[in-house]
């Protein structure tokens, strides 16, 4: 309550030297005060008067370019304009510049005629130019490394330049933004440096405060597979190929001794038998004690163990589970036969020659 005690007199006091000399001031409100728009766009701003008012001036810039009273209101003067805020309503005005020009950056004067005075707003041009991804699609191998380069030209002021990959914001580390000044506007170029992994849409945006969307470029990205390592598929097959050599000699190797252990005993064992046999009918072999090795001897268990007198039509199948020879004895007087039985209990007839 101290404080009404102190300013009711001094309000009072106010009041009395005011309406005294009849000097109530008279407001009016300007806005924007600052607007931002784009070259060739429409700027516009309105003025709000507290009571009766007779005139309104604009001046841009240096000049005054437009007077609006009540007569003039709704008139076109070159790309300005002016009418009221709503219809019949005389408190406010709105003034238009339209297609409006780099050249008429700066202050926007209003003045009220008649003991209001003028209020100063600020017009800011801004300039849109070009965004392009230069080169076009890409196409690499998977993995390696990409760079995208977005050149942007005749923007004012420099414009904000930043990427998405399919539509997702790409971080700023993985771009450099350059910005060069070009007479009365700017170019940038920016370079997007990443790893190819799959197809993307790579899209490089510009923009300034006074533009809605951001203008852009996109190009696509093809990721086609790495073709495979023909250097280590080759070591692969070739390091297989000889192993496998290998193993194969090996077995080669066993198998041959193993036959070779086999049958040379056998071989002996069947000449040892071969010759008590010849001591014993000794009266055919006539004085030739000696036997002598056969040299058409082969192995058995091959087919051709059949000496070359013998072909397969002469032999008959004696339904004992084994080849009877014919007698050759009887047959070729050269030679002669003698008969045998071997381990496994089958009469063979073997044929030996004696030269
Ligand atoms: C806008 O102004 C520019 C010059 O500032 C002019 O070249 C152009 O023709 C104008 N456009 C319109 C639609 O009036
Ligand atoms: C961008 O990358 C840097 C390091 O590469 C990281 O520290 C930062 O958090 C990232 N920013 C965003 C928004 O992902
Ligand atoms: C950006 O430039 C800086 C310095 O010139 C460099 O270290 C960095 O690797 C560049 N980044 C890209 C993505 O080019
Ligand atoms: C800016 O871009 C324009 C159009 O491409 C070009 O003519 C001009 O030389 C560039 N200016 C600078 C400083 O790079
Ligand atoms: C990328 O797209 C191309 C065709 O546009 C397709 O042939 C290829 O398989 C795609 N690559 C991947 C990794 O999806």
Avoid at 190 to 203: G, H
């Amino acid at each position: 309550m101290t404080v009404s005690w102190i300013s009711w007199p001094t309000l009072f006091h106010i009041c009395i030297l005011l309406c005294a000399n009849g000097v109530v001031p008279k407001q009016f409100q300007l806005e924007p005060l600052n607007s931002t728009v784009l070259q060739g766009t429409d700027a516009l701003f309105r003025a709000t008067v507290d009571g009766n008012w007779s005139a309104i001036t604009w001046t841009v810039g240096q000049n005054l370019v437009y007077v609006v009273t009540h007569t003039t209101v709704n008139e076109t003067k070159g790309q300005y304009s002016s009418r009221f805020c709503s219809r019949g309503d005389t408190s406010c005005v709105e003034f238009i510049i339209h297609n409006v020009s780099r050249s008429q950056s700066g202050p926007v004067i209003c003045y009220v005629l008649g003991e209001y005075g003028s209020k100063t707003a600020h017009l800011y041009v801004q300039e849109n130019g070009t965004v392009s991804i230069m080169g076009g699609d890409v196409t690499v191998t998977q993995d390696q490394q990409v760079e995208f380069e977005c050149v942007t030209t005749t923007w004012f002021p420099a414009p904000t330049v930043s990427w998405k990959r399919n539509g997702q914001v790409v971080n700023s580390s993985l771009y450099n933004t350059t910005i060069m000044m070009d007479g009365d506007s700017f170019n940038s170029t920016s370079v997007l440096k990443f790893q190819a992994v799959s197809n993307t849409t790579v899209e490089c945006q510009a923009t300034v405060t006074a533009l809605l969307d951001p203008q852009s470029s996109s190009v696509f990205l093809v990721v086609v597979p790495k073709p495979p390592d023909w250097t280590v598929l080759i070591a692969v097959v070739v390091s297989f190929g000889a192993f496998a050599l290998l193993v194969l000699l090996i077995i080669g190797i066993i198998f041959c001794y193993k036959r070779r252990k086999e049958k040379q005993p056998s071989y002996q064992d069947e000449m040892r038998r071969v010759r008590t046999q010849s001591q014993i009918s000794g009266a055919n072999t006539a004085g030739q004690s000696q036997g002598q090795v056969n040299r058409g001897y082969v192995p058995e268990g091959r087919t051709s163990w059949i000496s070359t007198s013998v072909t397969p039509s002469e032999l008959t199948d004696n339904g004992d589970s084994g080849y009877k020879i014919p007698d050759v004895v009887k047959s070729n007087q050269t030679g002669n036969a003698y008969n045998t039985v071997d381990d496994s209990g089958f009469k063979k007839h073997r044929h030996v020659t004696i030269v």
